[in-house]
């Protein structure tokens, strides 16, 4: 199983970034997929949640509800994240992952950087 996320780039402070996560190795439907991002020294932090096994639920943290969006494309096997009214706050590294429906995030991807400059 592989996860390749990218998009990441520098952007201004109320631009927008979309995020791929391509999969290989498995099938997209049997997985949950979220988004994850971690600045240097803090703790990572999940941001966007899409959950498997048919389901449509997706949950977003409360820093960026109204502002991201997680879907995903069984036909491409991809995971996006789309990032709109982007804050300086949002830069970060970003990590996709994926989680068997009821298991833990065993699968991670590289991690693709995002830079909002004010």
């Known amino acids: 199983v592989q996860l390749q996320a990218s998009g990441g780039g520098l952007v201004q402070a109320g631009g927008s970034l979309r995020l791929s996560c391509a999969a290989s190795?498995?099938?997209?439907?049997?997985?949950?997929f979220a988004w994850f991002r971690q600045v240097a020294g803090k703790e990572r932090e999940g941001v966007a949640y899409?959950?498997?096994?048919?389901?449509?639920?997706?949950v977003y943290s409360d820093s960026v509800k109204g502002r991201f969006s997680i879907s995903r494309a069984d036909d491409e096997n991809t995971v996006y994240l789309q990032m709109n009214m982007l804050k300086p706050d949002d830069t970060a590294v970003y990590y996709c992952?994926?989680?068997?429906?009821?298991?833990?995030?065993?699968?991670w991807g590289q991690g693709t950087l995002v830079t909002v400059s004010s």
């Open positions: 899409s959950a498997g096994g048919g389901r449509s639920t997706t």
């Open positions: 190795g498995l099938k997209l439907a049997n997985y949950a």
């Open positions: 992952a994926a989680a068997r429906v009821g298991g833990s995030y065993d699968y």
